[in-house]
């Protein structure tokens, strides 16, 4: 069983259309991410949900949205995608620090997003 | 307000060599974690290892050795006789006590040849 999940792994689209990446996790963690990589493969956090609940939110175009129906999925909307936003978009969960003594984020194995 | 260096871009040897990744590091936080994860071709995230910011004990696992120096707030990684499967993309990442905010450095792509 794959502990996280996401889907497509690959995404070839058209500027200007909405797309969702779906990832979900069967670890129990409570908090949750989306981790933009960009061509220089440099990592960068997007968006925290813990519990449903988001807590962090950097600075991204509000063209993203993440949705999280329940602590195990946290999905990715993105509209009217420009050229920019291609990237590996990465989902990771993680265990509370506060109530775990081991914690690390486990990730997905990443979706290629390609903006044409 | 937490950062991540990786000073080193791009790094290649030859297999057999000894090569070490820098990190280092900087927090505001008294207790933290730091973490590094292997990225190789097929693109996905490998998690290596996580080190408590209390637990200043040096790790060996296998050819894998990381040396942790509070005082100078590095987390540097060592891969002894290096083998061309060691070819990746490596992250150094913190992440503070507190709360899931985990942030990783540039990476540093290692390429050992045969």
């Known amino acids: 069983d794959t502990a996280v999940s996401q889907t497509p792994k690959y995404l070839v689209t058209q500027m200007g259309n909405d797309k969702s990446i779906k990832c979900e996790q069967n670890?129990?963690?409570?908090?949750m991410y989306w981790y933009k990589q960009d061509s220089k493969k440099f990592l960068k956090i997007m968006f925290s949900?813990?519990?449903?609940?988001?807590?962090i939110n950097e600075t991204v175009p509000n063209r993203f949205s993440p949705k999280s129906p329940d602590k195990a999925h946290l999905n990715l909307h993105i509209n009217s995608l420009e050229l920019g936003d291609s990237a590996v978009y990465f989902c990771?969960?993680?265990?509370?620090?506060?109530?775990?003594?081991?914690?690390?984020?486990?990730f997905g194995q990443g979706t290629r997003l390609t903006v044409v | 307000a937490q950062k991540v260096t990786q000073a080193q871009t791009e790094i290649s040897v030859v297999e057999k060599e000894d090569v070490t990744l820098d990190c280092v590091y900087e927090?505001?936080?008294?207790?933290?974690?730091l973490f590094w994860y292997k990225q190789p071709p097929s693109g996905e995230l490998v998690f290596l290892i996580r080190?408590?910011?209390?637990?200043?004990q040096n790790e060996i696992s296998g050819r894998y050795s990381w040396n942790f120096q509070k005082s100078t707030s590095s987390f540097n990684f060592t891969i002894t006789a290096s083998q061309v499967v060691d070819s990746a993309v490596y992250f150094c990442?913190?992440?503070?006590?507190?709360?899931?905010?985990?942030?990783f450095g540039a990476g540093t792509r290692l390429t050992v040849k045969p």
């Open positions: 927090t505001r936080d008294t207790t933290y974690y």
């Open positions: 670890l129990g963690h409570d908090t």
């Open positions: 990442a913190l992440s503070p006590y507190n709360n899931n905010d985990m942030r």
């Open positions: 080190r408590n910011s209390f637990d200043e």
């Open positions: 949900y813990n519990n449903k609940e988001l807590i």
């Open positions: 990771a969960s993680s265990q509370e620090v506060m109530r775990a003594v081991n914690t690390e984020a486990f």
